[in-house]
């Protein structure tokens, strides 16, 4: 390893550019999302129609994610990403204007933010490429955990910021802030030089997947790495139990004899662990992320299953925290595992694939948590994701994974 390779993430001023970037784009999320809603909300007072609009704004960006996977790995990386905050700032200019000459109407939510999620999913890939792309291998847990910590908190602040705006300033003014926060991306992104995969980087048996475009040759390259393959499956797994999770909080609030604020309370200590979490890893470097793996994967068992016994909101907000740092875990290394294991000039389209599939099977979680919470008590719906999340964590003990994990993440730092 390079003392280079042994540099803090931070210390690199294109990362630093990069992670300003997401800072501004992870802000704007919230003023999408609650300027329009509540616009919608007060015109219709449907709560229906508010779940309409996000059950479009899902199918765009499941179509999306794939074609943003082969754009990513065809042409250029950074300008792909600054093309699409262009287009989101114009589009939440014309919302403004809309809502401003009262030209805006109901009709028109529906394709307007259908293009916006399109337009986001189109870029996912194309970001998730460069941070392996512009860092050592040494450090891209530290990097990942960086953008994450930093995504999260982001869309954090800016959703309360977000409904602050809108009372303040109305639904168009706090769409104009969303457009400002995206010149804000757009101007930090030009700092960072247009990646380039270099030869070496693509010499690996998997650099010779199939190149041709579509889901199906981003699914050749998910497949083609068998460590890839299983910890993608086992990811889609842990995905499907935890879905039904979401929407268990608020009867599990109310079954503790608490109420909204509560309810609140219990959804954010998950929120509270992972950005712990996501401190801890962005400053302290795994050797080994199998063992990281197998612990995140367990510890999310043990906490959802002691839920079923729980009988006091301050255990509860302890068991979901500790859920929520051993999610952190698993994510950012799960992060890692891929970046470190796909060919940069293919990774753009298995991640495109990856998106599309996880984004996939979340109608079937709820389905499946609506029949749950029709059919069941919420302590045995509790222990049944418990129990599913063991046997998750289990597949990690397989042998194609453990040996896959069996050499320090630090080892292949050759940069």
């Known amino acids: 390893m390079t003392a280079e390779a042994a540099v803090h993430p931070l210390r690199h001023s294109v990362f630093r550019a990069v992670l300003l970037t997401r800072m501004f784009s992870a802000l704007t999320g919230g003023f999408y999302n609650v300027p329009i809603m509540w616009w919608v909300l007060e015109r219709t007072g449907s709560g229906a129609l508010i779940a309409s609009v996000g059950l479009v704004s899902a199918l765009a960006g499941l179509v999306a994610a794939p074609i943003g996977g082969v754009v990513a790995d065809r042409g250029r990386k950074r300008l792909l990403i600054q093309a699409t905050y262009i287009v989101d700032a114009l589009l939440l200019l014309t919302m403004a204007l809309l809502v401003l000459t009262g030209h805006m ?21 194309a970001s998730a490429v ?4 512009i860092l050592p291998r040494a450090v891209y847990q530290q990097g990942n955990a960086l953008m994450s910590l930093t995504g999260s908190l982001a869309s954090l602040g800016g959703y309360a910021l977000a409904g602050t705006a809108t009372g303040f300033v109305g639904v168009h003014g706090a769409m104009l802030i969303g457009a400002a926060l995206l010149l804000g991306a757009i101007i930090t992104l030009m700092f960072v030089p247009e990646p380039r995969i270099t030869p070496a980087a693509s010499s690996t048996p998997e650099a010779a997947a199939p190149s041709g475009p579509g889901f199906f040759e981003g699914l050749k390259v998910v497949i083609a790495n068998p460590l890839v393959l299983c910890t ?22 109310r079954s ?23 401190i801890v890893l962005s400053s ?8 990281a793996l197998v612990s995140g994967t367990f510890g999310i068992a043990v906490s959802i299953a002691a839920l079923s016994i729980t009988s006091s909101l301050g255990q509860a907000l302890g068991l979901l925290a500790i859920a929520g740092f051993s999610a952190a875990v698993m994510n950012v290394q799960l ?39 029709s059919w069941l008590p919420l302590h045995t719906i509790f222990a049944i994701i418990g129990g599913l999340l063991f046997l998750a964590a289990s597949a990690w003990l397989h042998p194609t994974l453990r040996l896959g994990f069996s050499k320090p993440m630090a080892a292949a730092a050759t940069d």
């Open 105 to 125: 109407q109901i009709a028109f939510v529906f394709p307007l933010l259908a293009v916006t999620s399109f337009v986001a999913a189109l870029r996912g890939p």
């Open 130 to 133: 460069l941070v392996p792309l």
């Open 232 to 253: 993608f499956g086992v990811t889609i797994l842990l995905n499907l139990v935890l879905i039904p999770l979401e929407v268990t909080l608020a009867p599990f609030a």
């Open 256 to 278: 503790l004899g608490a109420g909204a604020r509560e309810f609140g309370w219990l959804s954010a200590s998950i929120s509270v662990g992972q950005v712990i979490g996501m």
């Open 284 to 291: 302290y470097q795994i050797p080994r992320p199998w063992l």
């Open 335 to 373: 992060s890692v595992v891929s970046q470190l294991h796909i060919p940069p000039a293919v990774m753009g389209r298995a991640y495109g694939v990856m998106a599309s599939l996880s984004s996939a099977i979340q109608p079937i979680g709820y389905a499946g948590a609506a029949l749950l919470l």
